[in-house]
């Protein structure tokens, strides 16, 4: 059955055949229709296997075998921290995973990871938030997998009282959003190669009650589409379009981070993973939005393999609820 699960990704082989990726909170589901006609049903992560947070898949550049990276993390954490991915390619032609390895993050990768805005550290131990995976394969079919680590929380507290002894409830909702990451897994193996774009934000969003008796206050939303980036293959090399703190592109790879804790100190930015898995640069390429816009790379529409359209917008008040108002649409040519 696949009540309550939602459709992750979806993919259409050359061959005309259909491959489903489907989520919920119980896990993953892989559903294909076969060329005969069936459809197979395959759940990721069978017992014994590492527990799975995040899944995403994509079709091979040969357009046979659907590419799917799931993230993985530990049940005894209330905050649902990545220790590693898991790859496994599926045969769309019998629905049946021909490859899968796990990648285990170790404590050297996680702290340098954390150091560069994907994670935080508690005591003396570091931690990488999850990320939803984007598998995909490079000219060469060398596979890589790309992602930004990203925190969501909320809280509740009373403000100080007013000149009338008042008190209100506010509730605050705070994303924290880290680097942009590639990961180069080795296939049949169980090692990678990685390249950091660094970054990290920290924005939050709050909303009050009245100073009744009854003071009721609804938690307020706040967009992941900060988080969000576009990736573009140039043969073996990755363009990565991002946002980022101005401040933040002025420093060298490996100077402290600027931490963005606005969207009006957001910028469209752009940076260039080589061939050598190494970020080449960084920079600017958007001008400074007015106020509270920026660059909404979530919401991304390709009009061709070398352009691509997306909203500039920020987040308001709508008549009972935040809401995103998009103002106005970017052009942008990647070559």
Known sequence: PTAGFDISTAVLTNDNLECLLLSSDEGAKVVCSLPDGRRTEMKLGQAGSPILYASNASLSRDGKRMMICSTITVAERDQKV????????????????????????????IEAI????????????????NFTPHPMELDNGELVILGCPEQLSSSVSTSAPNMNNQTREIATTTLEIGPVIAFYPKRGATTFEYAIVPRKMNLSSSAGSGTGSVRIVQIPGISHSYSNFTVSTLGDEILILYNDEEANLAKSENENISEAHSTKDLVLAEALIGKDKKMQYRKQIGKNLSGKYTYYLGNIAPTTS???????????MGFNARKTYYTNWCFLDVK
Do not use: A, R
């Not at 990545?82 to 990768?109: A, H, M, Q, R, W």
């Not at 070398?306 to 308001?316: A, D, R, T, Y």
């Open 306 to 316: 070398s352009s691509i359209i997306f909203p500039v917008g920020k987040q308001g």
């Open 114 to 129: 954390s150091q560069k805005g994907g994670g935080y550290k508690h005591k003396k131990e570091y931690f990488i938030n």
């Open 82 to 109: 990545c220790t590693g991915f898991l790859v496994s390619e599926l045969d769309c032609s019998t629905g049946k995973i021909v490859k899968s390895s796990t990648y285990p993050f170790t404590p050297e990768i």
